[in-house]
T-cell receptor, first 112, second 113 residues
Framework: QKEVEQNSGPLSVPEGAIASLNCTYS??????FFWYRQYSGKSPELIMS????GDKEDGRFTAQLNKASQYVSLLIRDSQPSDSATYLC????????????FGQGTELSVKP | NAGVMQNPRHLVRRRGQEARLRCSPM?????VYWYRQLPEEGLKFMVY????????ESGMPKERFSAEFPKEGPSILRIQQVVRGDSAAYFC???????????FGPGTRLTVT
């Protein structure tokens, strides 16, 4: 079982819709959770970080964490074509140093 | 520019040569991480360093790869005797502390011919 799993997609949504990206993790020692956006040929860009159960909102982005279900999600409201990218879920596991463990990423396509 | 800096952005090496990749962390950050992204694959952790110390090198190949973060100057990822399979994007990230947010540099795209 992979430590961090994401649907590879592609996930296609129309412009203006809500895009929902999901991620599950296997290690209950996971303590910090991050969403990165990566455009093709570019480096990962930090979108959201979340450390405790519940929702965290920042502009059009909402991260949701459920530690009991080992599940973290990212909602993008009012999706724009410029949101088309690969979204990477990453976790840091307690007592494994500070390294990020990444999922394979979900490719999002927002159609005008 | 207070962001993470990496150079060179593109590096071409022949098989058997050495590659040196440099990373300067974001201002105020003392923790540096190196990740590798192979074509069509995910990002994989390689090594975590603080000034003059390697904290975690569990993701580094045992041979040909080394990393350092000296007291003065950038962090260096060194690949000796490169092979075609080393062709990848190498990203450096930095953070202010362990477990915190990591910010990535633009990456070095290494091509081995």
């Amino acid at each position: 079982q992979k430590e961090v799993e994401q649907n590879s997609g592609p996930l296609s949504v129309p412009e203006g819709a809500i895009a929902s990206l999901n991620c599950t993790y296997s290690d209950r020692g996971s303590q910090s959770f991050f969403w990165y956006r990566q455009y093709s040929g570019k480096s990962p860009e930090l979108i959201m970080s979340i450390y405790s159960n519940g929702d965290k909102e920042d502009g059009r982005f909402t991260a949701q964490l459920n530690k009991a279900s080992q599940y973290v999600s990212l909602l993008i409201r009012d999706s724009q074509p410029s949101d088309s990218a690969t979204y990477l879920c990453a976790v840091i596991i307690y007592n494994q140093g500070g390294k990020l463990i990444f999922g394979q990423g979900t490719e999002l396509s927002v159609k005008p | 520019n207070a962001g993470v800096m990496q150079n060179p952005r593109h590096l071409v090496r022949r098989r058997g040569q050495e590659a040196r990749l440099r990373c300067s962390p974001m201002k105020g950050h003392s923790h540096v991480y190196w990740y590798r992204q192979l074509p069509e694959e995910g990002l994989k952790f390689m090594v975590y360093l603080q000034k003059e110390n390697i904290i975690d090198e569990s993701g580094m190949p045992k041979e040909r790869f080394s990393a350092e973060f000296p007291k003065e100057g950038p962090s260096i990822l060194r690949i000796q005797q490169v092979v075609r399979g080393d062709s990848a994007a190498y990203f450096c990230a930095s953070s202010a502390g362990t477990g915190g947010e990591q910010y990535f540099g633009p990456g070095t795209r290494l091509t081995v011919t």
